[in-house]
């Protein structure tokens, strides 16, 4: 059962719509069960504002730019979300204790397979809980979107996991070493990264460095080319402990400040969700934005402005821990789906 391929019949086409549908129903029948396993948790539905003065502050991530006019014809720039994250933390600030929002989020310089410029994020935040608890989370939600789409196995692209299966939990550390034979940690320090050692590492491993790569280009390229393609088969995968610097939005780990409470989960060699145990310090906050935004002008030649509010919110919010989940990536494996919009309701067109 495939839906439209690229240059095909349009979505809305009878035919490729009656081919998608039964994914679309299993689709549904994941969130009501979802809404039902959170609301028996005490967790209360949020809806955060799709639009922001700041679309997020990540180098990589690439927003839909819009502006306001207000009642005299002033105008004013806003940004479509690439995520309710900020929206979400400023309700822990207010008090909300436990939330998930189903989130439409915009990101653009984003199409194919797995990637759609309209998509869901389910978010999820626990005030005052360790991040581990959203690894249970994970567990739990990857059984509970098998069992209602009556899939015994995660599949995509011939890969497999068993979602009744505990992940494995592998240290970002852990995963280099195994299967780069890169020590990671040699080449940091909780102020500053070696770039010219890990990239001869990385070049002793086979990768391709260029002179200008920084020490988050190599890497990143090692994480792509020789880590991710090997997580999540036969049974589910959570990568912990990112460094710090690759981690903006995450608090340090006690005990070892070069690696962050950040964790990415993966099924079939996809990555399904990135949770943090969330930065409250304003000052470093700031500070870890205005690096990301100086990366983002050297490489793509623009930044997105700070938001202030979310900056001030981070003063009254509590210690949390929270968790973007790719919705639709999900759907897709418990049902078999090849490409995202075959679980998409409406496709943007082109």
């Keep these: 059962m495939k839906g439209a391929a690229p240059g095909a019949s349009p979505w809305w086409t009878p035919h490729v719509h009656a081919d998608r549908r039964p994914f679309l129903l299993a689709r549904n029948r994941i969130v009501s069960a979802m809404r039902a396993w959170f609301g028996e948790r005490g967790f209360i539905e949020v809806e955060g504002a799709i639009l922001q003065a700041s679309p997020g502050n990540e180098a990589h991530l690439h927003a839909f730019a819009t502006e306001m006019l207000g009642p005299a014809g002033e105008r004013a720039p806003f940004y479509l979300h690439t995520s309710p994250e900020f929206a979400c ?133 090692v994480l792509v080319e020789k880590v991710e393609p090997h997580l999540g088969f036969g049974r589910p995968a959570i990568l912990c402990e990112y460094p710090v610097s690759e981690a903006a939005l995450a608090r340090p780990k006690a005990g070892d400040p070069r690696v962050a409470e950040r964790f990415e989960l993966y099924a079939c060699g996809v990555e399904l969700a990135n949770a943090f145990g969330e930065l409250t310090d304003a000052a470093e906050q700031r500070r870890r934005f205005e690096a990301e935004m100086a990366e983002k002008e050297r490489v793509y030649g623009e930044r997105y402005p700070l938001d202030e509010d979310f900056l001030a919110a981070l003063a009254l919010m509590p210690s949390a821990s929270g968790i973007a989940l790719g919705l639709e990536r999900l759907v897709m494996l418990a049902t078999g789906a090849s490409r995202i919009e075959q679980v998409v309701w409406t496709p943007v067109a082109g």
């Design 89 to 221: 933390k400023k309700l822990l600030a207010a008090g909300e204790r436990r939330i998930f929002d189903f989130a439409k989020v915009f990101r653009n310089r984003e199409r194919g397979a797995l990637h759609h410029p309209e998509f869901t994020m389910l978010e999820w935040y626990r005030a005052d809980e360790p991040y581990e608890a959203l690894m249970d989370d994970c567990a739990a939600l990857l059984r509970l979107a098998a069992e209602t789409a009556g899939a015994a196995r995660l599949r995509f692209r011939g890969g497999e996991a068993d979602p009744l299966a505990a992940p494995e939990r592998v240290t970002v550390a852990q995963a280099f070493a195994e299967r780069a034979g890169i020590d990671l940690l040699a080449t940091m320090t909780p102020t500053e990264t070696d770039r010219d050692a890990l990239a001869a590492a990385a070049r002793g491993a086979g990768i391709r460095v260029a002179d200008d790569d920084t020490w988050a280009d190599v890497f990143s390229r």
